[in-house]
């Protein structure tokens, strides 16, 4: 089964979610966005090793990684 990174929620106007999980936004209703937790660690680690990235920025990224997987 292949699985999208990101799914939408659809919330209708009076504040009811659909019942089912869609793999693209719709403009009619509100999206509610979820990305999976391995997709959004795999781009965070390839993010982090860009040589633009300082040190500094390399330390709070991974320690949002760390943050993440023990969710």
């Known amino acids: 089964m292949n699985i999208p ?3 939408y929620l659809l ?3 009076i504040g009811v979610i659909l019942g089912s999980w869609f793999s693209d936004s ?3 209703l509100e999206n509610i966005e979820y990305i ?3 997709a959004l660690l795999e781009w965070l680690n ?8 300082t040190e500094l920025q390399q ?6 990684i760390e943050k993440i ?3």
Do not use: A, F, H
Not at 59 to 64: A, F, S, T, Y
């Open 5 to 7: 990174d990101k799914i």
């Open 11 to 13: 919330r209708n106007k």
């Open 26 to 28: 719709c403009n009619q």
């Open 36 to 38: 999976r937790k391995d």
């Open 46 to 53: 390839e993010y982090k090793d860009n040589p633009v990235i």
């Open 59 to 64: 330390g709070n990224i991974q320690e949002l």
């Open 69 to 71: 997987e023990s969710l």
